[in-house]
């Protein structure tokens, strides 16, 4: 197991959530994946690791993960849900692509800064976002 996931492991174990065999091999894929997978992919990946995972680990895992925080959910147009490793502090925005699906992910200061100034501006005091952005990648131009 990575750190990162050791470290997951050790606040799971302290909030007293169960933590079986294809938990932790679900935990292990979305964690070291630089995709965003969604479910299925996730309890394949998963099984190859060791035991085979149902469907209904995998849901009942992946809930669990994403309300603890420890895990973020993704909804983009193609209406499946998709799911991410996104550390403590880190925050990136994303590109996606409305053809293949590829998805990019991005950060950029002057956003940033800007989203700041336009929720001043209306009275906000901002606590979040999701920013995505849809178009065509450049292999799906071609």
Not at 52 to 75: N, Q, W
Not at 78 to 107: K, M, N, P, W
Not at 109 to 116: F, K, N, P, S, V
């Amino acid at each position: 197991m990575t750190r990162a996931v050791d470290e997951i492991v050790s606040q799971l174990k302290a909030r007293q959530k169960r933590l079986t065999p294809q938990r932790l091999n679900i935990l292990s894929v979305v964690v070291d994946s630089t995709e965003h997978l969604d479910i299925e992919q996730i309890r394949q990946r998963a099984s190859r690791l060791g035991d085979p995972v149902s469907s209904a680990t995998a849901y009942r895992t992946m809930r669990m993960l994403v309300d603890e925080g420890i895990i973020k959910e993704r909804h983009f147009k193609e209406g499946v849900a998709r799911y991410e490793y996104v550390e403590s502090g880190e925050h990136h925005d994303h590109l996606i692509c409305t053809q293949c699906g590829r998805v990019t992910e991005f950060t950029n200061d002057t956003i940033e800064e800007l989203q700041l100034v336009i929720a001043a501006k209306h009275g906000y005091r901002m606590t979040g976002h999701k920013h995505e952005i849809y178009g065509l990648c450049a292999r799906c131009q071609e």
